[in-house]
């Protein structure tokens, strides 16, 4: 059986971040792994995963090259951990977080501490760009959520500058395009919504995550968080009421 590592830290989303571990466990048929890199000695992971009737596995040594290491292995479909690296209501991600989303070439979910639904999995945001690399870095994401009968939501930003003319039959033309999007960027025989919007994509894509009543935001990324890049990955991280799954996209 596969795994999905649900990292605990002394955080107010450790609950959470099980709670979400759990949640996509089911779904994947693979068995959660509560694990707590032990730096501090404190134990409060520990009362989260007995509460859950889960052994809590402590690794000793520092967080970062710990938990990469052991979501490393071959048995595990994903990390599961929790988004702030500072105290309970701070905005960013801690550097904890980001620091293992851009070492570790497998999906990670990202888990803010406060959620609305704690572990509810039922309908999956997909924010696609129209790029063959995010497209092929999503597909199965999009085919495991339909495979589960999960609602998945499409969404495509449109940034003005970029924003397609419909002049002769706008509504016609409109329709057209959507078709021939979806065609191009998700796996054929799938029931899905599709949402178009236009503006900044890291503002549109919460906007639409709060409307449509998501309870994960899929995206792929570049794992590059140097001067100007990822600022959709950073906004999200630091501003989504769900948890957000991270693909990483490979380029050809």
Do not use: Y
């Amino acid at each position: 059986m596969t795994r999905v590592v649900a990292a605990l830290d002394a955080s107010a989303a450790a609950g959470p971040v099980l709670a979400t571990a759990r949640a996509l466990a089911k779904h994947l048929g693979a068995a959660v792994d509560a694990v707590h890199a032990l730096e501090d000695g404190n134990e409060a992971p520990r009362a989260v995963a007995t509460r859950a009737k889960l052994t809590l596995r402590t690794l000793r040594g520092p967080t970062v090259p710990t938990l990469v290491r052991v979501a490393r292995a071959a048995d595990v479909d994903m990390l599961v951990l929790g988004a702030r690296g500072t105290e309970a209501g701070a905005r960013p991600a801690g550097s904890v977080a980001l620091a293992i989303v851009a070492a570790l070439d497998k999906p990670v979910v990202v888990v803010p501490p406060h959620l609305a639904h704690p572990g509810r999995l039922e309908r999956v945001l997909v924010p696609l760009d129209d790029t063959e690399a995010t497209a092929g870095a999503l597909r199965a994401t999009i085919e495991f959520a339909r495979s589960c009968e999960l609602d998945v939501v499409v969404l495509h930003v449109h940034v003005v500058e970029r924003l397609p003319l419909f002049e002769d039959q706008p509504q016609h033309e409109r329709a057209s395009w959507a078709t021939e999007f979806l065609a191009r960027n998700c796996p054929p025989g799938h029931e899905l919504r599709f949402e178009r919007r236009v503006g900044r994509p890291e503002e549109v894509l919460l906007r639409v995550a709060v409307e449509t009543d998501v309870d994960l935001i899929a995206l792929g990324w570049s794992q590059d968080f140097s001067a100007g890049r990822a600022a959709v990955v950073r906004a999200t991280l630091a501003r989504s009421s769900v948890p957000v799954l991270l693909v990483p996209v490979f380029q050809g």
